[in-house]
Nanobody, 124 residues
């Protein structure tokens, strides 16, 4: 499966962005999906995950209540709605796909396929 992340950009603190991750080559319903991010000078970290059917989600504590992950399997797309953005959210955001039986893993090693990343810049 090939993944294409989009929707990044520059926004002021307190603003919102919605990232999209479009899949091709295979049905997205075969995969659990995750979002990760890498800030300048830092390691890539888990942000959010959603199971294959969209019925369960998992979030990093720092984004709970601000970010929301969802999916539309009919459109082969996963979304990350980001509200109340902070400067600490500045990073390159990546979507990734994992085998559906792995559930809502926070481990990068669980994900087999990765998108190219989309840059989110939050200015204070």
């Amino acid at each position: 499966v090939q993944l294409q992340a989009s929707g990044g950009g520059a926004v002021q603190a307190g603003g919102s962005l919605r990232l999209s991750c479009a899949a091709s080559g295979r049905s997205l319903s075969d995969y659990g999906m995750g979002w990760f991010r890498q800030a300048p000078g830092k390691e890539r970290e888990f942000v959010a995950a959603i199971n294959w059917s969209g019925t369960s989600t998992n979030y990093q504590d720092s984004v709970k209540g601000r970010f929301s992950v969802s999916r539309d399997n009919a459109k082969n797309t996963v979304f990350l709605q980001m509200n109340s953005l902070k400067s600490d959210d500045t990073a390159v955001y990546y979507c990734a796909a994992a085998a559906k039986w792995l559930g809502l893993s926070r481990r990068q090693s669980a994900y087999d396929y990765w998108g190219q990343g989309t840059l989110v810049t939050v200015s204070s």
